[in-house]
Protein backbone atom coordinates (compact mmCIF):
# COMPACT_ATOMS: atom_id res chain seq x y z
CA UNK A 1 0.00 0.00 0.00
CA UNK A 2 1.68 3.07 -0.81
CA UNK A 3 1.89 6.04 1.41
CA UNK A 4 -0.77 8.56 0.57
CA UNK A 5 -3.47 5.68 0.48
CA UNK A 6 -2.21 4.60 3.88
CA UNK A 7 -2.95 8.44 4.92
CA UNK A 8 -6.18 8.76 3.46
CA UNK A 9 -7.58 6.01 5.64
CA UNK A 10 -6.40 7.26 8.95
CA UNK A 11 -8.92 8.57 11.65
CA UNK A 12 -9.97 12.11 12.16
CA UNK A 13 -7.28 12.25 14.97
CA UNK A 14 -3.92 11.20 12.82
CA UNK A 15 -5.43 14.00 10.22
CA UNK A 16 -1.88 16.17 10.92
CA UNK A 17 -0.06 13.16 10.36
CA UNK A 18 -1.51 12.16 7.05
CA UNK A 19 -1.51 16.11 6.03
CA UNK A 20 2.84 15.91 7.03
CA UNK A 21 3.37 12.44 5.23
CA UNK A 22 1.62 13.79 2.11
CA UNK A 23 3.63 16.69 2.24
CA UNK A 24 6.95 14.54 2.57
CA UNK A 25 5.46 12.20 -0.65
CA UNK A 26 5.25 15.11 -2.42
CA UNK A 27 8.52 16.62 -1.64
CA UNK A 28 10.05 13.65 -2.60
CA UNK A 29 8.61 13.66 -6.23
CA UNK A 30 8.66 17.14 -6.84
CA UNK A 31 12.14 17.91 -8.52
CA UNK A 32 15.00 19.11 -6.21
CA UNK A 33 15.22 22.37 -8.50
CA UNK A 34 11.55 22.96 -7.93
CA UNK A 35 11.55 22.66 -4.42
CA UNK A 36 14.76 24.86 -3.51
CA UNK A 37 12.59 27.19 -6.14
CA UNK A 38 9.61 27.50 -3.80
CA UNK A 39 11.53 27.88 -0.86
CA UNK A 40 13.10 31.12 -1.96
CA UNK A 41 10.21 32.60 -3.30
CA UNK A 42 9.15 35.55 -1.25
CA UNK A 43 5.71 35.47 -0.88
CA UNK A 44 3.94 39.49 -2.04
CA UNK A 45 2.14 41.28 0.14
CA UNK A 46 -0.58 44.13 -0.21
CA UNK A 47 0.49 47.69 0.78
CA UNK A 48 -2.31 47.02 2.74
CA UNK A 49 0.02 44.71 5.19
CA UNK A 50 1.93 45.74 8.61
CA UNK A 51 4.20 43.48 9.59
CA UNK A 52 4.46 43.21 14.17
CA UNK A 53 6.02 41.91 16.25
CA UNK A 54 7.22 38.85 13.76
CA UNK A 55 3.57 38.36 12.91
CA UNK A 56 1.43 39.50 10.14
CA UNK A 57 -1.43 41.39 10.52
CA UNK A 58 -3.82 43.19 7.54
CA UNK A 59 -4.45 46.75 8.70
CA UNK A 60 -7.98 47.31 7.66
CA UNK A 61 -9.04 50.58 5.30
CA UNK A 62 -10.77 52.58 7.17
CA UNK A 63 -12.13 55.18 3.88
CA UNK A 64 -14.01 52.49 2.56
CA UNK A 65 -17.15 50.04 2.79
CA UNK A 66 -17.46 46.95 1.31
CA UNK A 67 -20.77 46.49 -0.25
CA UNK A 68 -22.95 43.70 -1.51
CA UNK A 69 -21.92 39.95 -1.92
CA UNK A 70 -18.87 40.85 -4.30
CA UNK A 71 -17.88 43.45 -2.18
CA UNK A 72 -17.72 46.26 -4.15
CA UNK A 73 -15.82 49.06 -2.49
CA UNK A 74 -17.13 52.80 -1.46
CA UNK A 75 -15.88 55.43 0.19
CA UNK A 76 -17.22 55.50 3.73
CA UNK A 77 -18.41 59.75 3.60
CA UNK A 78 -20.52 58.47 0.52
CA UNK A 79 -22.08 55.74 2.31
CA UNK A 80 -22.99 57.42 5.47
CA UNK A 81 -24.61 60.44 3.53
CA UNK A 82 -26.72 57.93 0.96
CA UNK A 83 -30.18 59.05 1.13
CA UNK A 84 -32.26 55.66 1.56
CA UNK A 85 -35.64 57.46 1.52
CA UNK A 86 -34.98 57.75 -2.23
CA UNK A 87 -33.82 54.65 -4.10
CA UNK A 88 -33.91 56.86 -7.23
CA UNK A 89 -31.19 59.01 -5.26
CA UNK A 90 -29.39 56.11 -3.50
CA UNK A 91 -28.91 54.34 -6.52
CA UNK A 92 -27.66 56.92 -8.44
CA UNK A 93 -25.19 58.23 -5.50
CA UNK A 94 -23.89 55.04 -5.76
CA UNK A 95 -22.96 54.62 -9.55
CA UNK A 96 -21.35 58.27 -8.64
CA UNK A 97 -19.21 56.94 -5.68
CA UNK A 98 -18.25 53.00 -7.73
CA UNK A 99 -17.92 54.22 -11.38
CA UNK A 100 -16.38 57.67 -12.79
CA UNK A 101 -17.82 59.84 -15.39
CA UNK A 102 -16.30 58.19 -18.56
CA UNK A 103 -17.21 54.89 -17.85
CA UNK A 104 -20.98 55.56 -16.85
CA UNK A 105 -20.79 57.72 -20.40
CA UNK A 106 -19.95 55.30 -22.34
CA UNK A 107 -20.90 51.71 -21.16
CA UNK A 108 -24.96 50.43 -20.12
CA UNK A 109 -25.95 47.48 -18.63
CA UNK A 110 -27.12 45.23 -21.32
CA UNK A 111 -23.82 46.34 -23.32
CA UNK A 112 -25.57 46.99 -26.90
CA UNK A 113 -24.32 50.03 -28.37
CA UNK A 114 -26.21 51.71 -30.81
CA UNK A 115 -24.20 53.72 -33.62
CA UNK A 116 -25.01 54.23 -37.38
CA UNK A 117 -24.14 50.78 -37.90
CA UNK A 118 -27.55 49.61 -35.73
CA UNK A 119 -27.23 47.73 -32.71
CA UNK A 120 -23.86 45.82 -31.66
CA UNK A 121 -23.35 44.07 -28.51
CA UNK A 122 -19.55 43.71 -26.93
CA UNK A 123 -18.85 43.06 -23.33
CA UNK A 124 -16.68 46.15 -23.22
CA UNK A 125 -19.44 48.14 -23.43
CA UNK A 126 -20.82 46.57 -20.33
CA UNK A 127 -21.01 47.54 -16.81
CA UNK A 128 -19.28 45.73 -14.31
CA UNK A 129 -22.06 43.16 -13.79
CA UNK A 130 -20.46 42.10 -9.89
CA UNK A 131 -20.62 46.33 -9.66
CA UNK A 132 -23.95 46.19 -10.28
CA UNK A 133 -25.16 43.25 -8.23
CA UNK A 134 -23.56 45.03 -5.38
CA UNK A 135 -25.05 47.96 -5.72
CA UNK A 136 -29.12 46.54 -6.78
CA UNK A 137 -28.61 44.60 -3.54
CA UNK A 138 -27.73 47.32 -1.40
CA UNK A 139 -30.70 49.54 -2.64
CA UNK A 140 -33.12 46.55 -2.86
CA UNK A 141 -32.14 45.25 1.02
CA UNK A 142 -32.55 49.33 2.14
CA UNK A 143 -35.08 50.78 0.77
CA UNK A 144 -37.19 47.80 -0.37
CA UNK A 145 -37.92 48.23 -3.83
CA UNK A 146 -38.30 45.70 -6.42
CA UNK A 147 -34.80 45.21 -8.62
CA UNK A 148 -36.80 46.07 -12.05
CA UNK A 149 -37.17 49.91 -10.41
CA UNK A 150 -33.18 50.12 -9.75
CA UNK A 151 -31.93 48.60 -13.00
CA UNK A 152 -33.88 51.36 -14.33
CA UNK A 153 -32.74 53.98 -12.65
CA UNK A 154 -29.32 53.01 -13.56
CA UNK A 155 -29.79 52.98 -17.00
CA UNK A 156 -31.16 56.33 -16.83
CA UNK A 157 -28.12 57.46 -15.31
CA UNK A 158 -25.88 55.94 -17.99
CA UNK A 159 -28.34 57.64 -20.48
CA UNK A 160 -27.71 61.57 -18.57
CA UNK A 161 -23.93 61.22 -18.33
CA UNK A 162 -23.45 59.74 -21.77
CA UNK A 163 -25.43 63.00 -22.82
CA UNK A 164 -23.83 65.36 -20.56
CA UNK A 165 -20.52 64.05 -22.43
CA UNK A 166 -22.17 64.45 -25.51
CA UNK A 167 -23.27 68.16 -24.97
CA UNK A 168 -19.90 69.36 -23.51
CA UNK A 169 -17.66 67.83 -26.19
CA UNK A 170 -19.68 69.93 -28.96
Known amino acids: MSAISRA????????LAAVQLRLENLKSILPQHDVAWAECQEV?????????SGSTQIKRDRSTV???HYRTRVARSVYKNLNWDSYSLATRALLDAVFDKETLGTKNL?????????????ATNMLDPQKISD?????????????RRIRKIIAHKCGDTASTKRIKSL
Open 8 to 15: TQTESSDR
Open 44 to 52: QRSPTTIAK
Open 66 to 68: PIG
Open 110 to 122: SGIKIDSKGRQWS
Open 135 to 147: IVQLVKRNCKVDE
